[in-house]
Every structure is written in C-alpha cells, then in structure tokens.
C-alpha cells in the first residue's frame, strides 16, 4: 500500500473526492484525456462494440477476445473520468505495495508507452516498453463470474430495461452494481482483485502492469463493456442472451380470476347479528415439535428428510413468532415487514444452525458458499434484512446520509485521537494499518467488521457513533477458520 496519502494526517482526503464526484486524484496537470480510434478494423466495429463511434479503437481477435490499438501520449485531467473508472484504478492503488511503482507507471502510460491492449476473460495483456526502450509483457488477472453467476447478473439485468439502456448509451450506473452487488456478484474489483503478471520477474504490481491498468481505465471510461468482457462475457453474446430473455418473459397477460366471496357491504350488515368472535388463541410456551421422517423406507430420489425437518421447525418457530406479534399491544400500529427475498430468506435459514449438509446446500443455492454464507448468516442474527445489505456492501441509497456519515466521522474523535481510514467505497471505510472496517447503514447507524482471511465478517453490535462502533469491534476479535 502506498501510505504517502496519510503521512499528513489527512485521513479523508480520498473519501472527499470521492464524495464530490472529481476524477481519484493522480497529481497531474490540467489537459484533454480524449480517446481518439487508433487502427479501428472497420469489419468488426458493428460485431463489437462500433468502436469508432466511441473513440476507442478496437478489432475483433476472436469471439471473446478484443484488441485496442496503442492510445496516443496524453496529459492534464485524470486517467479515469468516470466513476467505475476511478473505482478501477481505487482497487489498482488499494492492491499495490508500492505506491512508487503506481505512479512510475501512470507516468509511462502518459508518454504512450503502452502497446496494443488485448483484452479477454480474466486477462488483459500489453507490452509496454520502459524509457530505455526496454520492452515487457504486462498481464493483469480478474476473476471471471461462472456461468451461474452470468445467469443471475442477465435475469436481473433483463428485469430492468433501464440496465440494458443504460449499457448500451456506454454507461455504467450505480444502481446497476448495486443490484449486481445484491446478489452476490461483484463487477468492479476491489483490493487485491487484481493480480499482476509481468516478464520483468517483478511479483508485485510493477510499473509496466501499473501502467496498463491505467490504458484501461481510459478504455472503461468509453465503454464499459470492457469490464464485462474481462468478467467473462463479451458484448455480443451479452446482448443476445439478454434479447433471449426478454423474449422469453413477453407472454401475453392474463386478467386475473375474479375472487369468489361475499361483498363487504353484504357482510358489514349481517355484524350486528353475528356472534362475537372468539378469543384470540394463547401463546404457545415454544414452537411445536417438528415431526420425525425417520422411517425404515427409503426416501424418493432428491428428497431430503433431514432438510425437511429443519424447513419444518423453522416454520414452527416462525409462526409462534408471528403469533406473539400478532398478539401485541401495539399490533394495529406495527409496519408490516417486507417480503424477504429468495436470498433473504436462506441466509434467515442459515442463521438458525441448520445441520451442516443443509447449511452446504444453503451456501452452494446463494452463491456465497460456506464462509460467505456464516458471515451472512451472522449479519442476520445481530440485525435482520439490514444488517445483510451493509454486509452485502449496499451504500446508502441517499447523498444526504451518505453526507451525514462523513460528518460523523470528523466529529467522533478529537484530532490525537482520530484513527486513519481509507475509503473503501460509498460508506465504508477502512483503518489503516488494521483488518478493521467502519460501514454505515441506511438507518445511519454504524457497523463494525473485520477481516477473517479474504471475507468482511460483522464484528458486533452496530452503534450510533462510529468511535462507538470501532470499539466493539476491536473488543470483540472474530475467530477465523
């Protein structure tokens, strides 16, 4: 990590350029960072992307393969002006040791010293060549979603027709990672996501692989595509799969069948000869006991008895609950709570300690797998629905409290004691030096988390101060595996 933007005690400075909007700041002069279309093959522009009306020129090297000719030198402005592209070059500067060797290699992508870049699943390659005319293979890797997480990321997208739009005008909207984010599917990489390859034998991100990171960056401010082409899908097929599915959902509506009954008006004029309702029925001590499927025959093919026990007993202890609330004082008054989502709902099953082949089914049906399905499930014992969307890395949906959790943090502690954070993204933040994280919720309450091995697991009780909520999370270590 390149701790030189904390040695002044300027522990938000990134956290406010993020706030407003402005390119991640690179200490560079003002200038014009147009892409202009180098070598466009002109047979493959409609096939991939029109990459001449886009300013970034691109050929075809195959179905999931696009090539981007050399970008000319460039100065002034910032190598990324959009937001996922300064979120691009966040996870680059989060991953490197070496701040040294990220701005070494920001300077050499300037004097356009990075080749053609190849672009792929998983890889983006380019040779850049050093002041000396030295020349070197750079390679950065990005995980590719698997087929099952594509499907999720289509159905959501066909869902919603100001995604595709979006995507197609060469935009990426927030919201749109976001609800990738809610299921479980991160676009953007975060730190340590990207992982360096280079033939000058250097392990970590050096200054060739950090300069083609930064040629990149140009490339995702034109067309986002480009990102979901490294996740595993170029444009192209994307956009048929999506075409699929939205023919596939345009089926004719029907009305729906009038419901059978009596009127209102008919049954409020028999209430005055109708007897009295019965008394509401008393709270059961505890859940009914679940029935056994324990017998001596064998079960049908793909059924589960013990997972049918648990469902069960989750129903049991679920509608006692009910009960009690519907047996409440304060019953009429209560705000009924939203349907819980498919999600929602296996993280709400996990947190009850199923067995652990039921828990491994739980885990393998979200897409969080185990360790990521115990840290939801804990999420959802210390506070529902909520608790899941910070875990989740929901920000919050409004500036205004976005803009508030910033104001809190400068006012929780006095200036000798202020810890030093990072941004980690839209309410989150990091300390440095330490595996502790700070997020804010909706609510405006403050969780605490900690890192155990590469997963963000809730570290406590949320609190209303965020000095509050550091705290607890350094009273209460979380055990790793």
């Given at each position: 990590m390149d701790g030189d933007a904390y040695v002044d005690g300027d522990a938000y400075a990134d956290d406010r350029a993020y706030a407003s909007g402005q390119a991640y700041g690179h200490d560079d002069?003002?200038?014009?960072?147009?892409?202009?279309?180098?070598?466009?093959?002109?047979?493959?522009?409609?096939?991939?992307?029109?990459?001449?009306?886009?300013?970034?020129?691109?050929?075809a090297t195959g179905s999931e393969e696009r090539t981007f000719a050399a970008l000319p030198p460039v100065g002034g402005r910032g190598f990324?002006?959009?937001?996922?592209?300064?979120?691009?070059?966040q996870a680059l500067e989060d991953t490197a040791l070496d701040g040294r060797q990220v701005k070494r290699g920001?300077?050499?992508?300037?004097?356009?010293?990075?080749?053609?870049?190849?672009?792929?699943?998983?890889?983006?390659?380019?040779?850049?060549?050093?002041h000396d005319g030295s020349a070197y293979r750079g390679d950065v890797l990005l995980r590719e979603l698997s087929d099952e997480e594509w499907d999720r990321f289509l159905d959501m997208a066909a869902d919603s027709a100001g995604h595709i739009a979006a995507l197609?005008?060469?935009?990426?909207?927030?919201?749109?990672?976001?609800?990738?984010?809610?299921?479980?599917l991160e676009l953007l990489p975060d730190i340590?996501?990207?992982?360096?390859?280079?033939?000058?034998?250097?392990?970590?991100?050096?200054?060739?692989?950090?300069?083609l990171c930064h040629q990149v960056a140009r490339l995702l401010d034109q067309d986002p595509f480009v990102l979901l082409l490294m996740r595993g899908r170029g444009e192209r097929r994307l956009l048929d799969d999506l075409q699929a599915r939205s023919v596939a959902r345009a089926e004719p509506v029907r009305e729906p069948a009038r419901p059978a009954g009596v009127p209102a008006a008919e049954a409020y004029a028999t209430g005055d000869i109708l007897p009295p309702l019965p008394a509401p029925p008393p709270l059961p001590d505890a859940p009914g006991a679940a029935q056994s499927l324990d017998t001596e025959t064998e079960p049908a093919p793909g059924l589960d008895p013990a997972a049918l026990e648990f469902l069960a007993a989750g129903a049991a202890a679920r509608a006692r609950r009910l009960l009690?609330?519907?047996?409440?004082?304060?019953h009429v008054r209560a705000a009924l709570e939203p349907a819980p989502t498919v999600d929602e709902d296996a993280v709400r099953l996990a947190a009850a300690g199923p067995a652990p082949e039921v828990a491994a089914r739980l885990g393998a049906g979200t897409g969080r797998g185990r360790t990521g399905l115990a840290a939801a499930a804990e999420a959802w014992r210390l506070g529902g629905a909520a608790a899941l969307a910070v875990l989740d890395g929901a920000p919050p949906a409004s500036p205004e409290?976005?803009?508030?959790?910033?104001a809190a943090l400068d006012d929780a502690w006095e200036p000798a004691d202020r810890p030093v954070l990072r941004a980690a993204g839209p309410g989150r933040w990091t300390v440095v030096?330490?595996?502790?994280?700070?997020?804010?919720?909706?609510?405006?309450?403050?969780?605490?988390?900690?890192?155990?091995?590469?997963?963000?697991?809730?570290?406590?009780?949320?609190?209303?101060?965020?000095?509050?909520?550091?705290?607890?999370?350094?009273?209460?270590?979380?055990?790793?595996?």
């Open positions: 002069e003002d200038g014009d960072d147009t892409l202009d279309a180098y070598g466009t093959d002109d047979e493959q522009d409609h096939e991939h992307g029109h990459a001449d009306a886009h300013g970034a020129g691109a050929r990324a002006q959009t937001w996922w592209g300064r979120a691009w070059l920001r300077q050499a992508a300037r004097k356009g010293a990075v080749g053609a870049v190849s672009v792929r699943p998983g890889r983006i390659t380019a040779v850049v060549r050093d197609l005008d060469r935009d990426m909207p927030p919201h749109l990672v976001e609800d990738a984010a809610g299921l479980g340590g996501d990207l992982e360096p390859e280079c033939t000058c034998g250097a392990w970590d991100h050096c200054a060739h692989t950090a300069a009690a609330d519907a047996l409440a004082a304060d409290v976005l803009a508030r959790a910033k030096g330490a595996d502790v994280q700070l997020r804010a919720g909706e609510d405006g309450r403050w969780w605490p988390f900690r890192r155990a091995g590469a997963q963000w697991t809730p570290a406590g009780q949320p609190a209303a101060d965020p000095a509050s909520a550091l705290e607890g999370a350094n009273e209460q270590p979380v055990e790793t595996d």
